[in-house]
């Protein structure tokens, strides 16, 4: 009889045993189920920053560009008959449309800035089962490249700023020179 208790002791052992062992490895698959998720996460942030940051660069050369054709077009002289009053006007409409899309792609750049922010603020409140030197360094270097993304944008608008000031100055300039008939 009490080997029949020893048995049943070490059935119950062993029993409670392989379910622990189970529990363990569900526990560590999940984990490794997680970790890959997160790091294709991180990777595809990765690849979405690289984007933006070439969409930034884009539009900083276009506003580049129109702020050097408002520039010229204030030192032209200014004209007195109304062919050369036409071809202004046609400028205007066109800088006008130009600064009308770069308006349009900075707010949807900034959106998907934003947007990028959120889901990494995201990624980096979730709890991590293992200490991982790597993603940290990951993270920070995400952290560095959304600050260096911030400044480019306060950056181009600041320039937006300035040629919206510019185009004020030389519309209101050329209006003195039609003699107010805009």
Do not use: C
């Amino acid at each position: 009889m009490a080997n029949t208790q020893e048995k049943n002791a070490l059935e119950t052992a062993r029993s409670r045993l392989e379910q622990a062992l189970s529990k363990l490895t569900q526990g560590v698959a999940s984990s490794r189920s997680a970790l890959e998720a997160a790091e294709a996460d991180r990777a595809s942030g990765s690849t979405e920053q690289v984007a933006q940051g070439e969409r930034i660069q884009a539009l900083e050369q276009e506003n580049l560009r129109l702020h050097e054709q408002v520039a010229a077009i204030s030192l032209q002289e200014p004209a007195a008959d109304d062919e050369k009053m036409a071809a202004v006007e046609a400028e205007k409409t066109a800088l006008q449309q130009n600064y009308d899309l770069l308006k349009r792609q900075y707010t949807s750049l900034q959106d998907e800035f934003e947007g990028l922010q959120d889901r990494m603020g995201e990624d980096n409140t979730e709890p991590a089962d293992h200490d991982d030197t790597s993603s940290n360094d990951e993270t920070d270097a995400l952290r560095r490249q959304i600050g260096a993304l911030m400044r480019e944008r306060d950056e181009m608008r600041d320039e937006l700023d300035t040629a919206i000031a510019e185009l004020e100055s030389f519309l209101a300039a050329a209006q003195m020179t039609a003699g107010g008939t805009y």
